[in-house]
């Protein structure tokens, strides 16, 4: 079952990147946002109503929902979108992979939990292996002020995320049945109604850009990208923890370079060969359970 939620998890967000690129121009950041969210959280409660799941949170957790609405569902994409108009996607991919070692760090911090060295050694691996990817990409770019902000933007967006992560993490581990169903569901509608009420209040149209490349990436970042990655992403969060689960976020780059290949023309370099052998191996060391990876090591 992890290895069902990791694999939903990279492929999804993996292809998110583009999708987000198609949403930039008529319609303001914060509205599509909003918009995405909007859908998604009516998505959620309409499967929450046919399931006859529990739809309503207990009074103990609106403090973490708040928290996580506007942590994971409002600040952390307002900051990758406004970073994307002066940074490549690849740069931001570079910056977001770190998502692990926050995640290690700020539990340690927030939550008391050991930082699991193979959970670290395997994150830096893989970071390493992102730099060799997009090392052209990086190439000539860090004395520019624009592209500074950028940096700066997606790492306070990368740290959003972590926190929306160790939000997640704790309210699964309360016992009072806060499942990623109804959290995600809460969080977005929060997370979105924040930023529509922003966007209202500094005037912001609320435009709707009808064309097919919009629409269609409105609709699949709001159910794939958002209901089903999100959710998936959450429970793994709950099943092997915040710093296991955000590894994943070092393997979008390589799926958003795959189709780059396929769609783009990228053309592979022995570097950027190199830097995909360095985040598979981290990707192994970090997730595999001790057994099975001690197993592997022994028939090398």
Known sequence: MNTLLYALTVLIWGTTWIAISFQLGVVPAPVSIAYRFWIAAAVLMAFLFISRKPWWPPR????????????????????FYYASQWITS??????????????????????????????????????C??????????????????????????????????????????????????????????????GSTTLGLAALALGMPFALDPSPRYLGALLYLAIPGSVIGFTAYLM??????PDRAAYSTVLFPIVALTIS??????HWTPLALCGLALVLAGNLLAFLPPSLRARLMGAT
């Open 60 to 79: 103990q957790a609106w403090p973490y929902l708040f928290a996580q609405g506007i942590a994971l569902f409002c600040v952390n994409f307002l900051c």
């Open 261 to 266: 290949t396929i769609y783009e023309g990228y």
């Open 236 to 241: 793994l969060v709950g099943r092997i923890g």
């Open 129 to 190: 292996g992102i730099v060799l990817l997009f090392a052209p990409q990086m190439a000539g770019h860090w004395h520019d002020s624009h592209t500074l902000w950028g940096l700066a933007l997606t790492l306070g967006g990368t740290l959003c995320f972590s926190c929306g992560n160790l939000l997640s993490s704790r309210m699964q581990s309360m016992g009072l049945g806060l499942t990623p169903w109804l959290t995600n569901t809460w969080a977005m509608l929060i």
């Open 90 to 127: 690849g740069l931001e991919a570079v910056v977001f992979s770190t998502a692990p070692l926050w995640n290690a760090i700020n539990g340690r911090i927030f939550l008391g939990k050991p930082i699991k060295p193979q959970v670290m050694v395997g994150a830096l691996l893989g970071l």
